[in-house]
């Protein structure tokens, strides 16, 4: 089983979280942030990994560290499950709609992060949450996790269809993205034999 557990404190927040790559899509998720919740435990659902959340940050500040912060913590644990990145998919996508929402996730997990954004909001709040947190959290995620991120949505007018349908998308990326290659689960899925920081 690809597992790991992964803790982070700093005088902003403090935040622990335990993965199962290999899981059924269970979550425990607790940010102080119920919308962030909400996403997060889609993310489980929807890619199979079992997720246990834990975060503690000045929300009296704003939303800000703590949303960035879960992305690190997250990002390092997949990174840290994946180990040698053997035998894994490394590409992958997915178009999800959500009502009159379409949006698209494209990963390679490839060991260069980088996050391609290109998502607008209606509205600057979803609850409580500010919108412009998802990139931020999107950012971190893909850095530390090491993969490159691509989400857009192509069209929508409904601000948490459009948040939920691009955390779904990058879920069902992640899923497929992670899962090991049955024909070449002995190598890892490049040319150089290795993947990192090199084009």
């Not at 899981?23 to 119920?34: A, C, N």
């Not at 929402?101 to 992060?113: F, H, Q, V």
């Not at 980088?114 to 971190?140: H, S």
Request: aromatic share 8%; charged share 25%; net charge negative.
């Amino acid at each position: 089983m690809r597992t790991a557990a992964v803790e982070r404190n700093t005088k902003e927040t403090q935040i622990s979280v335990e993965l199962n790559l290999d899981g059924t899509g269970q979550y425990d998720v607790e940010t102080g942030i119920g919308f962030l919740d909400h996403m997060l435990e889609q993310l489980s659902r929807h890619s199979l990994m079992d997720l246990k959340v834990r975060a503690v940050g000045d929300l009296h500040i704003d939303g800000h560290h703590t949303t960035e912060d879960c992305g690190i913590v997250i990002g390092m644990a997949i990174k840290k499950a994946l180990g040698d990145l053997k035998g894994i998919t490394r590409y992958a996508s997915a178009y999800i709609p959500m009502d009159e929402t379409l949006s698209r996730a494209a990963m390679d997990i490839s060991g260069r992060p980088f996050l391609v954004w290109n998502v607008k909001f209606p509205r600057e709040k979803i609850g409580e949450m500010d919108t412009e947190l998802f990139e931020e959290f999107f950012r971190a995620f893909a850095f530390a996790a090491g993969m490159t991120l691509h989400v857009e949505n192509l069209y929508g007018v409904n601000s948490h269809h459009i948040i939920e349908s691009c955390f779904k998308a990058v879920a069902r990326s992640l899923r497929g993205a992670t899962e090991i290659d049955g024909r070449k689960a002995d190598a890892v899925p490049s040319t150089k034999g290795t993947l990192g920081g090199s084009l």
